[in-house]
């Protein structure tokens, strides 16, 4: 079955830098979303991609955040210059081009900042 | 604003039992989709069961059924003949119907499995 990929598994940065987190979303899909999941805390909606550009963003998602899709396969979030508090579980998440298909979700990329 | 409470941080069933997790939300809307996702120890966001609030009909997966009650915004998760391998967080989630809205969840329930 086809699976969301992200790279890396484990990321550790030191604060201000920046760091990009990468997903191959599933192949024949076209929404794409990021979430973050702070330790012991809910799962929360960063973003969502359909057609190149974002369809709605949360609070969090600041001027430090942004996302890419660099070619017909990856999609990328960027934090410009990271702080203590962005580090969290982030998950990428895609689905098709239908209202009733589910999100379906990647293992999820742990971002440590120091 | 959607919420998602899911008032049980952790519960547990022993091996072969039923254990029924339970789920509430609050919306406006009239049509939208409700979830439960599990998340193993591996990490992974696993879609568990769908219900669409159109249909009156209770949504069942094999082991897995929900007890959807529309007008008290409930969404209970019921694992029948638990097993080891359902050990994992359970997350409840909301999504408004439309291809491209987000998910909102629940802050999870914690579910043991005891030999």
């Known amino acids: 079955e086809p699976e969301v990929t992200q790279t890396p598994s484990h990321q550790v940065t030191q604060m201000g830098q920046e760091v990009i987190l990468r997903c191959v979303p599933i192949?024949?899909?076209?929404?794409f979303y990021w979430y973050r999941q702070i330790l012991g805390q809910k799962v929360e909606f960063l973003v969502s991609?359909?057609?190149?550009?974002?369809?709605?963003k949360s609070e969090i998602f600041d001027d430090q955040f942004s996302v890419e899709r660099p070619d017909g396969s990856n999609f990328t979030l960027k934090i410009r210059s990271t702080k203590l508090e962005d580090s969290a579980m982030y998950f990428c998440?895609?689905?098709?081009?239908?209202?009733?298909?589910?999100?379906?979700f990647g293992d999820g990329t742990r971002l440590s900042i120091l | 604003a959607q919420t998602v409470t899911q008032s049980q941080p952790e519960m547990s069933v022993q091996e072969a039992e039923t254990v029924t997790l339970s789920c509430t939300y609050d919306?406006?809307?009239?049509?939208?989709?409700l979830f439960w996702y599990k998340q193993p120890p591996s990490r992974q966001m696993i879609l568990v069961i769908r219900?669409?609030?159109?249909?009156?009909q209770n949504a069942t997966e094999n082991r897995f059924s929900v007890n959807f009650q529309k007008a008290a915004k409930s969404f209970s998760l019921k694992i029948s003949d638990s097993q080891l391998g359902d050990a994992a967080m359970y997350f409840c989630?909301?999504?408004?119907?439309?291809?491209?809205?987000?998910?909102?969840f629940g802050k999870g329930t914690l579910l043991t499995v005891n030999p």
């Open positions: 998440a895609s689905s098709e081009n239908a209202s009733n298909q589910p999100q379906h």
């Open positions: 192949s024949n899909h076209l929404y």
């Open positions: 991609f359909y057609n190149n550009e974002i369809s709605e």
């Open positions: 919306t406006s809307e009239s049509d939208y989709y």
């Open positions: 219900q669409e609030a159109y249909k009156q």
């Open positions: 989630a909301y999504r408004r119907s439309g291809s491209n809205y987000k998910l909102t």
